[in-house]
């Protein structure tokens, strides 16, 4: 089972309301806002640049809903809102309101968002979101994924290769960094170095491992990086000034990984 149909067989609505969240404020940060007592003026979300209002609707079974029970639920959500926004408890701008529930929605139910919302809230501007919608931005925000277990569990994610470089002190001394901070192991690794003469040497024999002194170790050459794995290069330049090209091909998804990266003389602008 995917993810699109995991998110789409949601039933606890505790669950899905988390889910959301943390959707939302990994996709539009600090913009979105989720108040436990807008609760009462169905409010589940709101965008204040957006002036948006995000409702939630999680029935149990939502395959076997009825269409009616869809209907019901937006046209009170927004009789709440109206009324909260009359008896000012509630004064933000509501310049669109979305429905957000699990399963796909039938264009019975849209059309009658649509109206609802001209009728009850006097704007025009209404949509839904669904596991259709919800399905990417879970894919596209890995870091939530180890949050929801229920839904990640078991799913194969797209192994991607990625390499970071820093210029850093280690123990006062000046070194490269390469950071394996992709989603899979590496190999057929690479590093040249150009000390700003445009000329490229082959790197890899100077690699130190996290725990060696960069004075007294032993350089070791490397060819492969584990993920999350780092590896420090010394015999650079301390003051910048200098260049770094590295490749490498992960190890699963065959994909290649380039990068280069110009480390200008210390102080400079």
């Known amino acids: 089972m995917n993810v699109y149909a995991r998110i789409r067989k949601i039933e606890d609505n505790l669950l899905f309301k988390r889910l959301f969240d943390t959707l ?12 436990k007592e807008w609760r009462d003026f169905g409010v589940d979300g709101y965008s204040n640049q957006s002036g948006i209002v995000f409702q939630l609707y999680c029935p149990r079974y939502p395959e076997r809903t009825a269409l009616k029970n869809y209907k019901e ?42 109206v609802e919302v001209a009728r009850i809230l006097k704007i025009t501007d209404s949509s839904t979101l669904t596991a259709f919608n919800l399905a990417p931005l879970f894919l596209k ?13 078991g799913i194969y994610f797209d192994k991607t290769p990625r390499l970071q470089v820093n210029f850093l002190d280690n123990r006062t001394y000046k070194m490269i960094e390469v950071f ?22 082959i790197w890899n024999d100077h ?9 007294m170790g032993h350089p070791h050459t490397c060819f492969n990086l584990q993920k999350g794995e780092r590896q420090y290069f010394n015999n650079v ?17 065959g994909k290649t990984f380039v990068s280069e990266v110009d480390f200008p003389i210390v102080g400079e602008s």
């Open 237 to 253: 330049m301390n003051a910048g000034g200098f260049k770094i090209r590295i490749s490498a091909v992960g190890v699963e998804s």
């Open 141 to 153: 925000h890995s870091t939530v994924q180890v949050d929801f277990p229920e839904i990640a569990s």
């Open 73 to 114: 639920k937006a046209t009170k959500d927004m009789t709440t809102l109206q009324e909260a926004i009359t008896n000012n408890n509630w004064t933000k701008p509501v310049k669109r309101w979305i429905f957000v529930t699990p399963d796909d929605l039938p264009s019975e139910v849209i059309n009658h968002i649509q």
């Open 24 to 35: 939302m404020t990994a996709e539009l940060g600090i913009d979105f806002e989720s108040v």
């Open 207 to 215: 690699a130190l491992y996290q725990s060696d002194n960069p004075i």
């Open 180 to 201: 394996n901070n992709g989603t899979e192991d590496v190999q057929d690794f690479k590093i040249e170095y150009d000390k700003g003469v445009s000329e490229w040497t």
